[in-house]
């Protein structure tokens, strides 16, 4: 009987799904949008039982309408979903308020603020390899506990997106070692992954957090009730699941030392492979999914969501015109007639602050340079063009720590505007590749899952697996150009960092 594998993944504002065959072809794949709740300056929140689980049941099921095939022959099922989240539930993993979202949401500023001034900053470095920023789900729970102490107190387990999507197809809590180890210290030992008896009782009870595990390991099976929601058969294995960015990166190829990840999403995110731990407070450097490899890591709060703004208040558009053309092509329209650096005008991308290389959750956005003779198609550009010198801003400091990026590739929705993947490389002056299949996360988390099953060789296989798309070639004049405005750009921020706090 041919076998098949699932992979599922949440996001900001939308839910992929895939189903691939033994030879990692999809054979079918189905996306799920859902909106994103801003009750306050600095709030994020998805009901992740309506939104996460409930995509993902409306996606598995529609996943196996399309294909035809027998839910018995699916052999694995993998999920990912938003990174750093948290998510409080009772023992029938039943959320007990809003999951309070990724870097993004920066509520816990006091929380962070009091663990600075509890742990020295060389002991946050030595446990976190990094100062403490809004990414950080420890800081996290410290809110709910000094906000929300019912829940906080009665809270069953602190959960984030994947550990929850795990835990209700097989009633098991798990989380993998990337995300344990990036996202919650310091309540694991990253030597042990047990819960870390010398941290654990300033956030929460050691039972409440789940257990450690690869990312392939098998978390369980399918249970009863899953599959009555799902439409999976009774039975079927589920691996432990990951975060987005990690699947994604999978997705890709990227999996040996000098690759790296741009992940395009709502935010942009960044993970190059190094065979060593880098200690920089800008970056965030830690273990790898990939067993033998380590990590270095970057975000920025907003891409696919400053597109998003651009279309939905400058642009006025809906997200498909009258004449059938989706939103974001009609906005590129004659972007490519305006010059390198938009004819002096240069944004700082920060709308929803900012996490590295800045760690400021308070970083505002800002357009520099407007003039008269200025559009909102130089708008528009300068905007992508943040990306970019964000990117490159990235690149020096891994340079600087000299680790080599051989290989950059492109995944996720902006991988189909071809213009802003041009920007990138004439900006950073580097080739950017694209996948041949460009789905992102869920197909990572679909491999995964063969992987897991036994039914691929590990993550070596991806060499037959992952075929290129195209590659975009730095032009060296425009690059020339764009290095005046990377230094402008940087400038800024540090110009204008105070004068943000007083707004």
């Known amino acids: 009987m041919k076998m098949y594998f ?28 859902h909106g994103m709740e801003n009750p306050k300056p600095n709030f994020f929140e998805h009901d992740a ?30 999920a990912s979903a938003l990174g750093a989240d948290l ?38 470095l030595e446990f976190n390899g990094r100062p403490l920023c809004s ?31 795990t835990a209700k197809l097989t009633g098991e809590y798990v989380i993998d070692r990337f995300l344990a180890f990036g996202a919650f210290t310091p309540l694991y030992d990253p030597k042990t992954g047990e819960v870390d ?28 009730k899953a ?21 994604e990166a999978i997705s890709t190829g990227v999996y040996r030392v000098g690759d790296m990840m741009l992940q395009f999403g709502s935010s942009l995110y960044m993970i190059g492979i190094s065979d060593r731990i880098v200690r920089d407070r800008r970056i965030w450097s830690g273990g790898f999914i990939i067993p033998g490899t380590c990590s270095v890591q970057g975000g920025t709060n907003a891409a696919g969501t400053l597109t998003r703004w651009y279309r939905d208040e400058i642009f006025g558009l809906e997200e498909e015109n009258s004449d059938g053309r989706n939103a974001y092509e009609t906005m590129m329209d004659g972007l490519d007639t305006i010059p390198p650096g938009s004819d002096g005008l240069i944004t700082l991308p920060y709308i929803a602050g900012e ?44 340079r600087e720590n000299q680790v080599e990026i051989r290989r950059i590739l492109a995944v996720g929705g902006g991988t189909k505007n071809k213009v802003w993947l041009q920007m990138i490389a004439d900006i950073t002056g580097c ?73």
């Not at 699932?6 to 949008?33: N, P, Q, W, Y």
């Not at 039982?49 to 993998?78: H, M, T, Y």
């Not at 789940?210 to 390991?217: I, N």
């Not at 730095?474 to 707004?503: A, F, V």
């Open 135 to 165: 990414n950080d789900v420890p800081p996290k729970i410290l809110w709910l506990k000094n906000n929300e102490p019912e829940i906080w107190q009665n809270a069953f387990k602190f959960l984030t997106g994947s550990t929850f999507l």
């Open 431 to 503: 080739p950017i590749e694209t996948a041949g299949v460009t789905i992102g996360a869920s197909y990572g988390d679909a491999v995964m899952a063969a992987i897991g099953t036994g039914h691929l060789e590990g993550f070596s296989a991806l060499d037959t697996i992952i075929q290129s798309g195209e590659v975009y070639i730095p032009d060296p004049g425009r690059h020339e150009t764009y290095q005046k405005y990377q230094e402008i750009y940087q400038e800024i921020y540090q110009s204008t960092k105070d004068l943000m706090r007083k707004i």
């Open 87 to 124: 998510v409080p539930v009772d023992s029938q993993c039943r959320p007990m308020r809003k999951a309070i979202l990724y870097g993004i949401d920066a509520r816990a500023q006091q929380e962070i603020a009091d663990l600075q001034s509890l742990y020295s900053e060389e002991e946050i």
């Open 355 to 398: 996490r590295t290389p800045l760690n400021d959750p308070q970083a505002k956005g800002v357009i520099f340079g407007l003039s008269m003779h200025h559009t909102r198609k130089h708008l528009y550009r300068s905007a992508l063009e943040s990306i970019g010198y964000t990117v490159a801003q990235h690149l020096q400091i891994f």
């Open 227 to 247: 599959a009555k929601e799902t439409g999976l058969a009774v039975g079927t294995s589920v691996t432990v699941g990951a975060d987005d960015s990690a699947a």
């Open 49 to 78: 039982e309506a939104v996460w689980w409930g995509d993902f049941c409306k996606i598995s099921r529609r996943l196996l309408s399309l294909s035809g095939i027998d839910p018995n022959q699916v052999a694995g099922v993998g």
């Open 6 to 33: 699932m992979g599922i993944d949440v996001g900001t504002f939308a839910s992929k799904g895939v189903l691939i065959d033994e030879a990692c072809r999809v054979i079918a794949e189905h996306t799920e949008s």
């Open 197 to 224: 008896p010398r941290y654990i009782h300033q956030f929460c009870r050691p039972g409440q957090l789940a257990e450690v595990k690869d990312t392939t390991d098998i978390a369980g099976v399918i249970t009863e």
